[in-house]
């Protein structure tokens, strides 16, 4: 089950970078901001599938106890309504924006970097800082929604 849990945080980073090329390609006003976002949730599905290659069991292990898969699944059954929306049309950038931030947050709040435990320093700074990545998505979103709101779309 730790595996399973495992790849489905690596499918949840690459359905969220769906999430943003869609976004890039529905709002080329801040295609920019959304490629960026893009290339880091890529990066932060190719750090969690060098973790799991380490998986050992005895200097890195899955500590699945400390999950709930449940919210990764929503998230992930979000995401994909999200994207629905924006190809149909029916969510604005604004909407798109604010969606996006409260995607960015239930990662953070998920904690599913708990799932791994390793001794290593370089082990915890890969994993802290793909949080950290999550983090800063959320702000820079959060950023972006105000400039737009505040009519400086064309700020990136």
């Given at each position: 089950?730790?595996?399973?849990?495992?790849?489905?945080?690596?499918?949840?980073?690459?359905t969220?970078?769906?999430?943003?090329?869609v976004?890039?390609?529905?709002?080329?006003?801040?295609?920019?901001?959304?490629?960026?976002?893009?290339?880091?949730?890529?990066?932060?599905?190719?750090?969690?599938?060098?973790?799991?290659?380490?998986?050992?069991?005895?200097?890195?292990?899955?500590n699945?106890?400390?999950?709930?898969?449940r919210?990764l699944?929503?998230?992930?059954?979000?995401?994909?309504?999200?994207i629905?929306?924006?190809?149909?049309?029916?969510?604005?950038?604004?909407?798109?924006?604010?969606?996006?931030?409260?995607?960015?947050?239930?990662?953070?709040?998920?904690?599913?970097?708990?799932?791994f435990?390793?001794r290593?320093?370089?082990?915890?700074?890969?994993?802290?800082?793909?949080?950290?990545?999550?983090?800063?998505?959320?702000?820079?979103i959060?950023?972006?929604?105000?400039?737009?709101?505040?009519?400086?779309?064309?700020?990136?």
């Amino acid at each position: 089950m730790s595996m399973e849990i495992a790849k489905m945080l690596v499918e949840n980073e690459l359905t969220i970078a769906k999430l943003y090329g869609v976004c890039a390609v529905h709002f080329p006003e801040i295609g920019g901001f959304w490629r960026d976002l893009v290339q880091e949730e890529i990066k932060h599905a190719e750090t969690i599938k060098e973790l799991l290659s380490e998986v050992d069991g005895k200097a890195l292990k899955f500590n699945s106890k400390r999950f709930n898969i449940r919210p990764l699944e929503i998230s992930m059954e979000h995401a994909e309504d999200v994207i629905n929306r924006i190809e149909f049309g029916d969510i604005n950038l604004i909407g798109c924006l604010s969606l996006a931030y409260d995607i960015e947050q239930s990662v953070i709040e998920s904690k599913y970097y708990e799932i791994f435990e390793g001794r290593s320093r370089e082990f915890s700074d890969r994993l802290k800082s793909v949080r950290n990545e999550s983090r800063g998505h959320a702000i820079k979103i959060r950023e972006m929604k105000q400039k737009v709101l505040a009519g400086e779309n064309n700020a990136v």
